[in-house]
């Protein structure tokens, strides 16, 4: 597919501006953008400059009758464009690059959902904090699925059940950390496809205790068992996982009035991490609620694929992409923004080849053939 079919993608946006002052229309702003970003760019200036440098290549995927449009332009108008408009738009995008997955897989796919500060997005002078975006991560395709701003003043609990509403998530198992265990979290997924392993932590205080004493007493009826050992950077880690499919009496009314009852709840599972480095040992058990009725084994694999989420995207964007070094502060900048680095990653990763994502934005800045061949991946 070319870059225009790309572009065509993002056909629902409106154009901010008013049409008879518009001298560089909409898709050749987002191909600049996108395409600058994919090169290595890092703000505005950059990207302008970068498609000064090669007009002949945008000229050969948008006509670009007016030129090339001032950084201030571009800046003007990727503040101004609607963010989660762009954002339904990108995850509505995502799903071309998406590999469905095989109706008699074992193992289900794991999307990670999980949030991350823009540190020096915020705005003092104007009483804005720093951007917070949720995303979704598909872990086994490395894919970001989609992401969702928190509203000022808000938290990830508003915006969770947003991004959820926009996933195609049958079959898929969602893992969320303890600020998501919420009841209408937990159905938002189900009525999505889904299946959810939530963590329990004190924001769920009663529940938490209930599931750790019932966990940790020797006489429970345990469905499955299993350990891993892992050794690197001087320590020794053992993993020990455990899952129950005893839940019926976290679901009985012999409970105290206004506990919350998660839906579809199939199993409750504990990890124990047991940590040796430089001869002192240290020991920590995290619990969690799911709804699918999982074995020990596939618990493990699904809590590692969460911790993904880490090192997979959030350090790539602030490492690769620099994300933490962002200064835009102005309208859906940043949202936006991060959501064209969304892309820009989505396409890096699509590549067969040996090369990190480092040097595969690199090698998009060297040679515009390698750029073309990341654009035209895209369904």
């Known amino acids: 597919m070319s870059g225009p079919s790309l572009i065509e993608h993002f056909g629902a946006l409106q154009d901010p501006r008013q049409s008879w002052k518009v001298l560089f229309p909409l898709p050749e702003i987002l191909l600049i953008v996108l395409c600058g970003t994919l090169a290595g760019a890092e703000d505005f200036v950059e990207i302008s400059r970068w498609a000064q440098m090669n007009q002949a290549f945008l000229r050969r995927l948008l006509p670009y009758e007016g030129g090339i449009p001032s950084h201030d332009t571009l800046n003007d108008v990727m503040n101004a464009i609607d ?25 289900p796919e794991v999307v990670a959902i999980d949030g991350k500060t823009s540190r020096r997005t915020h ?181 590692r694929c969460h911790w993904h989420v880490e090192n997979r995207l959030h350090w790539v964007l602030d490492v690769v992409f620099h994300e933490d070094l962002s200064r835009l502060r102005s309208g859906a900048g940043p949202q936006n923004m991060a959501t064209v680095r969304h892309m820009a990653m989505n396409l890096l990763r699509v590549p067969k080849d040996k090369h990190s994502l480092k040097v595969r934005r690199k090698s998009a800045a060297w040679d515009t053939a390698y750029l073309e061949a990341l654009l035209r991946q895209s369904a």
């Open 123 to 303: 705005d003092r002078g104007n009483d804005r904090g720093p951007l917070h975006l949720v995303s979704a991560w598909a872990s086994s395709q490395r894919l970001v699925l989609g992401q969702q701003a928190c509203k000022a003043k808000s938290n990830e609990i508003t915006a969770i059940p947003l991004l959820l509403e926009r996933l195609a998530l049958t079959g898929a198992l969602v893992t969320i950390d303890a600020m998501g265990t919420q009841t209408r979290i937990a159905q938002a997924i189900l009525d999505r496809g889904g299946d959810y392993l939530l963590a329990l932590k004190d924001n769920q205080a009663s529940l938490h205790g209930e599931v750790q004493r019932c966990l940790d007493d020797p006489a429970t009826k345990l469905h499955s068992r299993f350990e891993t050992t892992d050794g690197d950077h001087g320590r020794i880690e053992v993993r020990r996982h455990v899952v129950s499919h005893e839940v019926d009496w976290l679901t009985t009314d012999r409970r105290f009035p206004g506990e919350p009852r998660f839906p579809g709840l199939a199993a409750i599972a504990m990890v124990e991490a047991e940590v040796e480095r430089n001869g002192s040992t240290s020991r920590e058990r995290r619990y969690y609620l799911s709804s699918m009725p999982l074995d020990a084994k596939l618990f493990a694999h699904a809590v």
């Open 83 to 107: 963010g989660t408009l762009f954002a339904q738009c990108f995850t509505a995008w995502v799903e071309g690059l998406r590999e469905p997955a095989p109706a008699s897989a074992a193992t």
